[in-house]
Antibody, heavy 120, light 108 residues
Framework: EVQLLDSGGDLVQPGGSLRLSCAAS????????MNWVRQAPGKGLEWVSG????????YYADSVKGRFTISRDNAKNILYLQMSSLRVEDTAIFFC?????????????WGQGTLVTVSS | SYVLTQPPSVSVAPGKTATITCGGS??????VHWYQQRPGQAPVLVIY???DRPSGIPERLSGSNSGNTATLTISRVEAGDEADYYC???????????FGGGTKLTVL
């Protein structure tokens, strides 16, 4: 059974930094692209970032480009999202999501989410 | 950037058919995927590649895609279908994943 365990969410001040983690199990992690998707309180889903299976290609939403960095450790089966220069509008639940087969660009498994609150 | 437009809300009586649309420029040329999100829970993939269902998703849920509109159809609606539904595509021109704004399905 695929399991994705998101963690690292916290209360942080504007301008601060935070690193999210997603521990994966139940599948061959190194074979699948992974993504982060967020949801602000009471709002819809917003794609944040994606990374290829091997980690060589990364993609970012315009709203986070230059501030967030996605990475993965295929030896440890962990996905990361390093967030810096955080803004109030980054407040959201962040979900990690596993893509389907190569080139599928849909998300067939999701973590439970971790809450990031940016506030002074 | 590419935009997907969904109606904010759809209401339907139990046992009837709900239709949720997802509009986008020539969206019929893209693969559309659909997610169901119940309150307080993570999204769940219910339709991929326009009309395929993951294992465990009932046949009452179906999808289609043509022209400028993709559609999620839920037949014989049940109380448990009440949720938010999101469509999603990959925009190749920008290398971005795009979600629609979401539709809240209310079962009357």
């Amino acid at each position: 059974e695929v399991q994705l365990l998101d963690s690292g969410g916290d209360l942080v001040q504007p301008g601060g930094s935070l690193r999210l983690s997603c521990a994966a199990s139940g599948f061959t992690f190194s074979n699948y692209a992974m993504n982060w998707v967020r949801q602000a309180p009471g709002k819809g889903l917003e794609w944040v970032s994606g990374i290829s299976a091997g980690g060589g290609s990364t993609y970012y939403a315009d709203s986070v480009k230059g501030r967030f960095t996605i990475s993965r450790d295929n030896a440890k089966n962990i996905l990361y999202l390093q967030m810096s220069s955080l803004r109030v509008e980054d407040t959201a639940i962040f979900f990690c999501a596993k893509e389907g087969p190569v080139g599928a660009f849909f998300f067939d498994s999701w973590g439970q989410g971790t809450l990031v609150t940016v506030s002074s | 950037s590419y935009v997907l437009t969904q109606p904010p809300s759809v209401s339907v009586a139990p046992g009837k058919t709900a239709t949720i649309t997802c509009g986008g420029s020539n969206v019929g040329r893209k693969s559309v995927h659909w997610y169901q999100q119940r309150p307080g829970q993570a999204p769940v993939l219910v339709i991929y590649y326009d009309s395929d269902r993951p294992s465990g998703i009932p046949e009452r849920l179906s999808g289609s895609n043509s022209g400028n509109t993709a559609t999620l159809t839920i037949s014989r609606v049940e109380a448990g279908d009440e949720a938010d539904y999101y469509c999603q595509v990959w925009d190749r021109s920008s290398d971005h994943v795009v979600f629609g704004g979401g539709t809240k399905l209310t079962v009357l």
